[in-house]
């Protein structure tokens, strides 16, 4: 295999990119995920995306593809087992079988967290040789665990989903059923709530309130310090349970980071100095990239 289809399905867009075995990327495109106007037109989105992308590669073939899917993924058939109302009527959606039916090529499909480890472990942060943690901050909470290189997926395939781990006993609901997961405190979804919920100044969106803590407002800083509090204590919590070589965070409020790593930092080194953290190399890009990683090694099956 030469050339491989990354897909990256999140609860605001879908990524996708054909990646070379060397994780060379030849061609991207992205689509708005829309998850209001349910399955259906998503994955009729998807479809255009992939031709677009297979249209562009006009010096070879593409041998597979990988996805990337946000939700509890059944990595032996490519089901997507449970999805909460991020992706509302994407429960049991049969990825794989989609995707081979439509354009005709093998595909693997994963959750979209253990495709970011992978891909971080591939090209980015981390390496096999390592035992590490992912936490991907975007419209939800996503995470991974991996030893030797290879995601620990768990028996009912929801291994290291720190996102639905209780943070606040009987806290804000989550759209899972529960109450207090972390989810609710530490995702891209949550930082704008806190910002429109700010007391001295209202803050319409989540960067508008990293804008405001980086001129130094008081407000926005202070909103945000409790957003990193509260992420410093899943942090540490995974490190007490698992203590793994490091906790790569990654996601789209990565991008961000200049401005709230820093606090983070601050607080581990209050809570936890032992525990190494690094952010994403990746970017959004991880998520793909694993995903793509998946499709070079479709035929391997120690997967």
Same mark, same amino acid.
């Given at each position: 295999?030469?050339?491989?289809?990354?897909?990256? #399905?999140?609860?605001? &867009?879908?990524?996708?990119?054909? $990646?070379?075995?060397? =994780?060379?990327?030849?061609?991207?495109?992205?689509? %708005?995920?829309?998850?209001?106007?349910?399955?259906? *037109?998503?994955?009729? !989105?998807?479809? @255009?995306?992939?031709?677009? *992308?297979? &249209?562009?590669?006009?010096?070879?073939?593409? +041998?597979?593809?990988? #996805?990337?899917?946000?939700?509890?993924?059944?990595?032996?058939?490519?089901? @997507?087992?449970?999805?909460?109302?991020?992706?509302?009527?994407?429960?049991?959606?049969?990825?794989?079988?989609?995707?081979?039916?439509?354009? =005709?090529?093998?595909?693997?499909?994963?959750?979209?967290?253990?495709?970011?480890? %992978?891909?971080?472990?591939? *090209?980015?942060?981390?390496?096999?040789?390592?035992?590490? $943690?992912?936490?991907?901050?975007?419209?939800?909470?996503?995470?991974?665990?991996?030893?030797?290189?290879?995601?620990?997926?768990?028996? !009912?395939?929801?291994?290291?989903?720190?996102?639905?781990? #209780?943070?606040?006993?009987?806290?804000?609901?989550?759209?899972?059923?529960?109450?207090?997961?972390?989810?609710?405190?530490?995702?891209?979804?949550?930082?704008?709530? /806190?910002?429109?919920?700010?007391? +001295?100044?209202?803050?319409?969106?989540?960067?508008?309130?990293?804008?405001?803590?980086?001129?130094?407002?008081?407000?926005?800083?202070?909103?945000?310090?409790?957003? $990193?509090?509260?992420?410093?204590?899943? #942090?540490?919590?995974?490190?007490?349970?698992? +203590?793994?070589?490091? $906790?790569?965070?990654?996601? =789209?409020?990565? +991008?961000?980071?200049?401005?709230?790593?820093?606090?983070?930092? /601050?607080?581990?080194?209050?809570?936890?100095?032992?525990?190494?953290?690094?952010?994403?190399?990746?970017?959004?890009?991880?998520?793909?990239? =694993?995903?793509?990683? *998946?499709?070079?090694?479709?035929?391997? &099956?120690?997967?």
């Amino acid at each position: 295999m030469d050339r491989v289809i990354g897909l990256d #399905i999140g609860g605001t &867009s879908v990524k996708g990119a054909i $990646v070379g075995r060397d =994780g060379t990327i030849f061609e991207t495109a992205s689509c %708005l995920t829309k998850p209001e106007e349910g399955r259906e *037109l998503l994955l009729q !989105r998807m479809e @255009v995306m992939v031709y677009r *992308l297979l &249209s562009e590669q006009a010096d070879g073939t593409v +041998d597979a593809i990988g #996805i990337a899917s946000a939700g509890r993924v059944n990595f032996g058939n490519g089901e @997507v087992v449970y999805a909460t109302e991020n992706l509302p009527g994407w429960q049991g959606v049969q990825l794989k079988q989609w995707a081979e039916s439509v354009f =005709g090529l093998p595909t693997i499909v994963d959750n979209d967290a253990n495709a970011a480890l %992978l891909g971080e472990i591939w *090209l980015g942060s981390g390496s096999p040789q390592e035992e590490l $943690v992912m936490l991907t901050l975007g419209t939800g909470v996503g995470g991974a665990y991996s030893l030797h290189g290879r995601p620990v997926r768990g028996k !009912r395939w929801y291994g290291g989903e720190w996102g639905h781990s #209780i943070l606040v006993p009987g806290g804000m609901p989550c759209n899972c059923g529960k109450k207090g997961c972390a989810e609710q405190y530490i995702s891209g979804t949550a930082l704008h709530r /806190r910002g429109r919920e700010s007391v +001295d100044k209202i803050y319409p969106s989540a960067h508008d309130l990293i804008k405001g803590a980086e001129a130094g407002e008081e407000e926005a800083l202070r909103v945000l310090e409790e957003f $990193v509090s509260d992420l410093a204590v899943v #942090i540490v919590n995974i490190g007490i349970t698992l +203590d793994p070589d490091a $906790v790569i965070v990654g996601g =789209g409020l990565i +991008d961000s980071s200049d401005v709230w790593w820093p606090l983070l930092e /601050r607080q581990m080194g209050q809570w936890d100095a032992t525990l190494e953290i690094r952010r994403a190399a990746l970017g959004n890009r991880a998520g793909y990239l =694993g995903a793509a990683n *998946l499709a070079l090694d479709v035929s391997n &099956s120690c997967i």
